[in-house]
Nanobody, 128 residues
Framework: QVQLVESGGGFVQAGGSLRLSCAAA????????VGWFRQAPGKEREFVAA????????YYADSVKGRFTISRDNAENTVYLQMNSLKPEDTAVYYC?????????????????????WGQGTQVTVSL
């Protein structure tokens, strides 16, 4: 019911910043909880952050707390991931995912299988 397109990835030096965008089409994103995940070569897909439908609640992986901020602008039909103080270990393909019914429970939010819709991914590379 919703198509997601990520953008904003690229190359950045350690300590730098990037802002990723997840734009929705086909349906307003306001009805969906949205998560960001990342996957590095040879590793499992890893939860990064999630934001509830209203935008009032967020949850972050310990590895990015204090550095990344997830936000949403429902009027623009877009969810953002502001990434500051980037580290080489943040290098990965970043995906946004959306689901209208995923419960706001950590055990569910962190599982890729909890989300019905996925974007194509955007590469983030952080150099030393």
């Amino acid at each position: 019911q919703v198509q997601l397109v990520e953008s904003g990835g690229g190359f950045v030096q350690a300590g730098g910043s990037l802002r990723l965008s997840c734009a929705a089409a086909g349906r307003t994103i306001s009805g969906y909880t949205v998560g960001w995940f990342r996957q590095a070569p040879g590793k499992e897909r890893e939860f990064v952050a999630a934001i509830i439908r209203s935008g009032g609640s967020t949850y972050y992986a310990d590895s990015v707390k204090g550095r990344f901020t997830i936000s949403r602008d429902n009027a623009e039909n877009t969810v953002y991931l502001q990434m500051n103080s980037l580290k080489p270990e943040d290098t990965a393909v970043y995906y946004c995912a959306a689901d209208a019914t995923v419960p706001w429970k950590v055990v569910v939010l962190v599982r890729p299988r909890g989300y019905d819709y996925w974007g194509q991914g955007t590469q983030v590379t952080v150099s030393l």
